[in-house]
């Protein structure tokens, strides 16, 4: 692994660390719980990971991402590879991701070629302060023309909790950028333009309930700014990267994973996204899912390891890479880039 400025710890620690902590492994719980090993099905979310280049730099961010990842971006022929994988499987759904997927050059390209693809939807994991920048003018507009599905970062309803964990001024900029979307037609019910907004917590617990949750933040988002969305998110932090590093640095390591493995919910399987989902690296790398992506696990068929070398018949059925950090994925209500998986 490069180091690259802003990260300390280096993924073989990382696993090293999960593998040692005094929790049960993922599996075990699973065979508790008389369930199976995971595999995947048939691929319905096909996740690509652009870049970990970013604007921001999040204190709890799984990805490590921020200005200094200036080399970890996709280039055209990787991109050019999973749309040739997309043609040939039709997933009905795209799912953008970064770091800020949109500071990528490529990025409107890209969606442009999916919308040609006649791909149903098409998400972009938006940190909201991009869509503000100078160098991104124009594309709130471009999102809302080609009908993109925005799913918005916001921890929090208050500056407070948002800023401590985003950077000063963060909360401020996200709610102009909601507005500016809200007069795009983003966040309305008869716009079919869909504003997604995804939280997830500032210190060591789990998520609230999603649709509480929901409500509350609907409630004071509107009253506090006159701004409106579609629906809310709610995400486990995971402890890897930055996050991991924060657990490490208030003690909250081993009472962290203790608490996520003693939540540990067998109705929350059946809805883990990387049941159905192919998560692509920004250098074209398949891994089960986003946070597997983050520790350097890639899926187990060796021959189909890349895009490049795409096979279905070895995708589609493929045993899932499991470890402790799965764990946060079937805390409580479940969790995932879709929410709750209960």
């Known amino acids: 692994m490069i180091a690259v400025p802003g990260s300390r710890l280096p993924v073989d620690e990382q696993n090293r660390l999960l593998s040692t902590a005094p929790v049960a492994d993922f599996d075990a719980h699973l065979e508790r719980a008389h369930l199976p090993p995971l595999s995947a099905g048939a691929t319905t979310v096909f996740q690509v990971n652009v870049g970990k280049l ?139 333009l869909v504003l997604t907004l995804m939280s997830n917590p500032v210190g060591a617990f789990l998520p609230p309930e999603q649709s509480s949750a929901e409500a509350r933040f609907k409630k004071l988002l509107s009253a506090r700014h006159d701004i409106v969305f579609n629906d809310l998110i709610e995400l486990t ?20 994973l203790a608490k996520l493995s003693a939540a540990f919910n067998p109705a929350a399987v059946r809805g883990l996204m990387c049941l159905n989902t192919l998560s692509v690296g920004w250098d074209g790398a398949l891994y089960d899912c986003d946070f597997n992506q983050m520790l350097e696990l890639p899926v187990a068929p060796e021959g189909s390891r890349t895009i490049f070398t795409y096979r279905r018949e070895l995708m589609e059925g493929r045993t899932i890479r499991t470890a402790k950090h799965c764990l946060g994925c079937t805390a409580g209500q479940g969790s995932g880039c879709g929410g709750r998986t209960t």
Do not use: K
């Open 54 to 192: 970013c604007n921001q730099r999040c204190h709890h961010c799984h990805v490590d991402a921020g200005p200094h990842q200036l080399e970890a971006n996709m280039a055209w022929p990787t991109f050019a590879a999973c749309l040739e994988v997309i043609a040939a499987t039709n997933p009905p759904t795209v799912d953008i991701t970064g770091g800020a997927p949109e500071l990528n050059p490529h990025f409107r390209r890209f969606v442009t070629e999916l919308r040609a693809l006649g791909v149903r939807e098409i998400i972009d994991r938006c940190n909201l302060t991009v869509l503000m920048l100078p160098s991104q003018q124009g594309l709130a507009e471009f999102l809302a023309e080609h009908r993109v599905r925005i799913v918005a970062s916001l921890p929090a309803v208050n500056q407070q909790q948002t800023d401590a964990q985003r950077g000063d001024g963060v909360f401020a900029r996200s709610i102009a950028a909601i507005r500016r979307l809200n007069g795009l037609g983003y966040g309305r019910a008869d716009s079919g």
């Open 237 to 256: 932090n995971m402890p890897i990267n930055r996050y991991l590093e924060y657990l490490l640095a208030s003690g909250n390591y081993e009472p962290y």
